[in-house]
């Protein structure tokens, strides 16, 4: 594949034998106020054996010194640092080449993990033989847990196992984190995040998805989402936005045909609105409309 290729030759590896059930992978960029929180809903885990990766993405708040102090006192947690801000992407791909365990789980500094979530989607993914696993996702307000958002994008209610295009609850890969995923399939298949901006990981999940021999969805909610202000997009993210649907695109190709129909049909209205939330000049507007056109 034209546009991957590049990107995923470094990370190409046979994964080694584990005792660690699951790396949880956590990438850090100034989010001090919530760190702690996030950490000790990992850390609370039961029934399955854990490393949690952390990395640090260069933050200058008080966030390297609160990983550092748990990783003091928790043998479970590992830190990394890059010198400098590299982005979610490239984070995450660090993230990807420290862990050990036999599973990879993505978590978000700034959201949590529900009680035993990660046994759960790890008891389906042995029970299934399953490569990947998805859970629901929650959303945090306050200190109060919300019910599941986007509904249009649950699951059907009972879990169900099979290949891609026998589950269209999936064919829109979002919600990266809810997500346990075969360390030795993401490995052995090159499975990296482009250097996107935005859209990083729909592109991911695709090409996880499109590459799994057995995929397992269950009704639980696995994963807290923290919504936060973002400031308003530039032309770069908006850029990369595109890009991501071009990509995802190039991914489902023929094969999965049917499954691109339905990510056109919900991500040309998102991106619509992304470019319309963004801080662009009128020509810039026009161009990249143009170019949603054209997916």
Known sequence: MRILNSLTAPFRARAR?????????????????????????????????????????????????????????????RVAKNRRNRGAAITRNLGISLARGQF???????????????????????????????????????????????????TSGEEKVGALLQMSELWIPWFHTTY?????????????????????????????????KIICSIPRVTYYYRPVQRPRPKAQAVTDYLRHAEMVREIYGRTYSECWAAYRAFITQNISEYIAEADLTVRQINRMRRRLAKL
């Open 17 to 77: 034998e584990s005792d660690v059930d699951i790396s949880v992978i956590v990438p850090v960029f100034n989010k001090a106020q919530y760190l702690e929180q996030c950490l000790d809903s990992i850390l609370a885990q039961e029934n399955v054996s854990l490393e949690i990766v952390c990395i640090d993405d260069g933050s200058s708040d008080a966030a390297p010194e609160i990983l550092n102090r748990y990783a003091r006192s928790h043998s479970k947690i």
């Open 180 to 212: 346990l995923i075969s360390r030795e399939l993401v490995l052995q298949r090159g499975i990296v995040y482009p250097r996107l901006s935005a859209g990083e990981d729909p592109v991911f999940i695709a090409l996880v998805l499109t590459r799994a």
């Open 104 to 154: 990879i789980q993505f978590t978000d500094s700034d959201d949590l993990l529900p009680t035993d979530s990660l046994a759960y989607l790890h008891e389906a993914a042995c029970r299934t033989g399953s490569n990947v696993v998805k859970g629901e996702l929650g959303r945090l307000k306050n200190s109060d847990i919300a019910d599941q958002i986007y509904s249009s994008l649950r």
